[in-house]
């Protein structure tokens, strides 16, 4: 062998004995730097496999071809030892942020200064209506804050050319027909989808948002919030009616708050009343709507009235809020003044009417 061979053979034996050494040291580096270091130096452009490669063409014919294999199959097993050797530095590292980053939830830092946050009046008025009907034995009822035409004015009775409609500032969706797909302008509809989709007996509340093309003023809101009760079963009369509104007015303002109901006329109901709560000082405010489920509503939910009857009622929370509270601005519930709020974080259980 002259000394030209001797020489590539060494240079090629040098460069697969630094693999292997390499390897062993990849395996326990954990500096993603000197994984990069250790590949330039092996595998780069100025590199033990650059120069072991090119002493390739200074061996004799017949061993070059194994020398070949030799330095390829030794430069696959150094890249495949890099490789590994980042994914489990990678891997180490996040696990590393987990521990330096973690948020530590369990610290409390309340101090005289700092209040924890508490639930908003509108939310606690409706839980507390939520218990109220609960404990009389009605189930709480949702329904969709979209709603089409059908649920939310013909299937209570309102068809398109009643004058109600108009009375109700409509928020119409740009979807479907024109004036098909709407905001709901009450939470009426939820009686509807009740009824469809469970036989009586039925006895529901259903608190949510409604939403009218009103500018908010002291005492009306775009964006309000409602409750509407439905009870249908045998033998129902307006006694039932007004027997629970009466219990309700009393569980939500104190013992000594009356109610009484007044004739008035809404599409869906037969007869229909509007019932006022007493102030101390003997006037009456007015709180929400209520009746008879009329006989039309019924059907068209295929419920029979000869043998079904109902009542139903509906009134806005955010007004029956303002009038407990005695707020001049029914905005301050919409504005998330946290000066405002703070006042309620414990929650006033006395009569303020
Ligand atoms: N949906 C009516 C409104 O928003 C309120 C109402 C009145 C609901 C009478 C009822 C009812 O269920 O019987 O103005």
Redesign the pocket.
């Known amino acids: 062998m002259d000394a030209h061979t001797e020489r590539a053979v060494a240079d090629v034996s040098a460069f697969v004995e630094a693999v292997t050494e390499t390897r062993k040291y990849l395996a326990k580096v954990s500096d993603p730097d000197r994984i990069d270091a250790a590949e330039s130096e092996l595998l780069g452009r100025k590199s033990l496999l650059v120069l072991a490669r090119r002493q390739l063409g200074n061996l004799p014919s017949d061993i070059r071809k194994q020398a070949g294999r030799r330095v390829n199959e030794a430069r696959d097993r150094l890249q495949q030892a890099v490789d590994e050797a980042r994914s489990r530095v990678k891997a180490e590292l996040r696990v590393q942020s987990y521990e330096t980053d973690r948020l530590d939830l369990t610290e409390r830092l309340i101090s005289q200064r700092q209040r924890r946050g508490s639930l908003h009046l509108i939310t606690q008025a409706r839980d507390h209506l939520e218990d109220i009907f609960v404990g009389m034995g009605f189930t709480v009822a949702e329904g969709p804050e979209v709603e089409s035409a059908w649920y939310n004015y013909e299937a209570l009775n309102i068809p398109e050319w009643h004058p109600a409609r108009g009375s109700f500032d409509t928020l119409f969706v740009d979807l479907g027909e024109p004036e098909e797909v709407m905001l709901r302008s009450?939470n009426?509809p939820v009686?509807i989808r009740t009824m469809e989709a469970c036989e009586p007996p039925i006895y529901i509340v259903a608190p949510g948002r409604a939403f009218r093309r009103d500018t908010a003023d002291a005492t009306h809101l775009p964006t309000f919030n409602?409750i509407?009760g439905l009870v249908v079963d045998h033998d129902i009369t307006m006694a039932d009616l007004a027997g629970t509104v009466d219990e309700f007015v009393k569980a939500f303002f104190g013992r000594e708050v009356d109610c009484r109901l007044r004739p008035s006329h809404?599409p869906?109901?037969e007869p229909?009343a509007e019932f006022d709560v007493s102030r101390p000082d003997g006037s009456w405010l007015e709180l929400?709507?209520?009746?008879m489920v009329h006989p039309d509503v019924l059907r068209n939910c295929e419920v029979d009235p000869e043998v079904w009857q109902g009542f139903?009622?509906?009134f806005g929370i955010d007004r029956l809020v303002a009038i407990r509270y005695q707020l001049e601005d029914i905005r301050e519930l919409a504005n998330s003044d946290v000066r405002f709020l703070r006042q309620f974080q414990h929650p006033v259980r006395e009569v303020l009417l």
């Open positions: 009450h009426s009686q409602q509407e809404f869906f109901t229909s929400g709507g209520c009746g139903a009622f509906g």
